[in-house]
T-cell receptor, first 114, second 114 residues
Framework: AQSVTQLGSHVSVSEGALVLLRCNYS??????LFWYVQYPNQGLQLLLK??????LVKGINGFEAEFKKSETSFHLTKPSAHMSDAAEYFC????????????FGKGTKLTVNP | DAGVTQSPTHLIKTRGQQVTLRCSPK?????VSWYQQALGQGPQFIFQ???????QRGNFPDRFSGHQFPNYSSELNVNALLLGDSALYLC?????????????FGPGTRLLVL
């Protein structure tokens, strides 16, 4: 079975500071890993994904994540937070591609202070 | 290019009633997955439809059923509603071909059961 643990249900940063959202996964097969963002009263928007190949993945809005197999981690980072980054972020794992179910973490709510 | 659409946006029902939610996938996609997101939680996989058949199912009771039509749109039906069924119901569409990793989410239907 697959699972995702997101450390920290709430993270607060100052505008311009580094954003680090943590995600650890468990999977018996090589995982596909995703980060989605959810703004209030909206659906989920894909930020970035790792399937195979390069372990450092760049996404939209300046976010990136690094797949570390030895640590079973896929942490999300952004060098400089912007007020518009305030949202809830979900890490998800699947066995392969779009035909497989996504298993989500419980989410991390990011607050950006002026 | 229209993305994933869902209807209605909001719905209020009472315990014991039945509800039908609808989803139109992104143009060109053939696979529809449904997720339930309870307040403060990550989305949980309900089931997935491909070629008008249920292909995968999560840990949800038989009260939850679905259908996929020849045009790939889908419905989620919930019978004998319980208070605990109150949640945001998300539809995601994807393409069942190698290399198509991403599920694209609609804005969701918020169901309140009183």
């Amino acid at each position: 079975a697959q699972s995702v643990t997101q450390l920290g249900s709430h993270v607060s940063v100052s505008e311009g500071a580094l954003v680090l959202l943590r995600c650890n996964y468990s999977s018996s097969v090589p995982p596909y890993l995703f980060w989605y963002v959810q703004y209030p009263n909206q659906g989920l928007q894909l930020l970035l994904k790792y399937t195979t190949g390069a372990t450092l993945v760049k996404g939209i809005n300046g976010f990136e994540a690094e797949f570390k197999k030895s640590e079973t981690s896929f942490h999300l980072t952004k060098p400089s937070a912007h007020m518009s980054d305030a949202a809830e972020y979900f890490c998800a794992v699947s066995r392969s591609g779009g035909s497989e179910k996504l298993v989500f973490g419980k989410g991390t709510k990011l607050t950006v202070n002026p | 290019d229209a993305g994933v659409t869902q209807s209605p946006t909001h719905l209020i029902k009472t315990r014991g009633q039945q509800v039908t939610l609808r989803c139109s996938p992104k143009s060109g996609h053939d696979t529809v997955s449904w997720y339930q997101q309870a307040l403060g939680q990550g989305p949980q996989f309900i089931f997935q439809y491909y070629e008008e058949e249920e292909r995968q199912r999560g840990n949800f009771p038989d009260r939850f059923s679905g259908h996929q039509f020849p045009n790939y749109s889908s419905e989620l039906n919930v019978n004998a509603l319980l208070l605990g069924d109150s949640a945001l119901y998300l539809c995601a569409s994807s393409l069942t071909v190698a290399g198509a990793e991403t599920q694209y989410f609609g804005p969701g239907t918020r169901l309140l059961v009183l």
